[in-house]
């Protein structure tokens, strides 16, 4: 009998030794400076786009409009969504190696793939409890600036369609890292590969015929126009919005809003002081919601696999 007892003592269960991974890289985490450094940075961010308006109105002596809709139309947008995966995870795997603490980690009755699912469900808790704060923040000022929020049972599919494009960039991080064992790699490479598609982006969407192929890729996507939407008084053909996997969230709430509408997309022609619109195609609001969805869960299990297959097969010693 005290031989079972013994046994049952030595070996906890899954979900003990799961939550041991999972609290062991919260705590990796929550003290890196670098990341309560971006956190800040984002609270600077929200705070400025509640501010400046209000400070710019005083200026010119007017007063700020109300916007129901403000906390709706909000967002951390690509570049948060990038930096928040970059420095959750950049060295959550190649970190280990880096540093020889994979050693004493493995040497725990824990295989590989639970310490990865740990680090990754952890990576979830912190991109899921920073967008809570942010939003709960943001929504807060935002009533206190712009007056009462509509659509706030909206706010949950901004959580969801955020968590999505951040794990899509935690994913291609986690698959750099993984494979280089390099935290300086695992940043720069994934850098790099962000500011190719930001700025890239833009230029073939509205100034070549192959918008379509920015929607299987990561990012912000081509640029579409929901006409019914735009002001007539304005230069572009209709309300902007990018169609890509950074997108979902907003997209999300476009959809639901206004879910028979059509995106079409458009190429710039002329440059020599007149320009025109040339439509390319057009499609239903709920495909170009769908399809970056699909395009997003696509790179976020692929990437997920080579980064679980890589540590898997990963040599300690070397």
Not at 77 to 103: K, P, Q, R
Not at 109 to 133: D, E, Y
């Amino acid at each position: 009998m005290s031989t079972v007892r013994n046994k049952v003592r030595t070996n906890p269960s899954w979900t003990t030794r799961f939550w041991a991974v999972v609290k062991y890289e919260l705590l990796w985490n929550i003290r890196k400076k670098k990341f309560i450094g971006t956190v800040i940075l984002a609270f600077v961010f929200t705070t400025l786009g509640l501010v400046l308006p209000v400070a710019l109105s005083n200026m010119a002596g007017q007063s700020v409009s109300q916007n129901p809709d403000y906390i709706i139309s909000s967002g951390i947008g690509s570049i948060g969504y990038f930096l928040f995966a970059l420095v959750t995870v950049m060295n959550s795997i190649s970190g280990e190696f880096e540093s020889g603490t994979i050693v004493p980690l493995l040497t725990k009755p824990i295989s590989r793939t639970m310490v990865f699912l740990g680090k990754l469900f952890a990576a979830f808790i912190i991109i899921l409890s920073v967008n809570v704060v942010l939003f709960v923040y943001g929504a807060i000022g935002a009533t206190v600036v712009y007056g009462p929020q509509n659509n706030l049972y909206l706010v949950p599919l901004l959580f969801l369609g955020g968590i999505i494009s951040t794990f899509v960039w935690i994913a291609i991080v986690l698959a750099i890292g993984s494979l280089s064992k390099s935290s300086l790699i695992a940043a720069i490479g994934a850098f790099g590969i962000f500011m190719a598609l930001l700025i890239s982006a833009p230029i073939v969407s509205v100034f070549s015929d192959q918008a379509r192929i920015l929607t299987y890729v990561p990012g912000s996507g081509a640029t579409g126009y929901i006409v019914d939407l735009g002001q007539p008084a304005t230069y572009v053909p209709g309300m902007a919005m990018s169609t890509g996997t950074d997108s979902i969230a907003a997209n999300f709430i476009t959809y639901i809003l206004h879910p028979s509408e059509e995106v079409s997309f458009f190429k710039i022609s002329g440059f020599s002081g007149e320009y025109s619109w040339d439509l390319l195609y057009t499609e239903s609001l709920s495909l170009v919601l769908l399809r970056s969805i699909i395009v997003a869960a696509t790179y976020i299990l692929v990437f997920l696999f080579i980064s679980w297959y890589a540590f898997k097969r990963a040599q300690i010693l070397e």
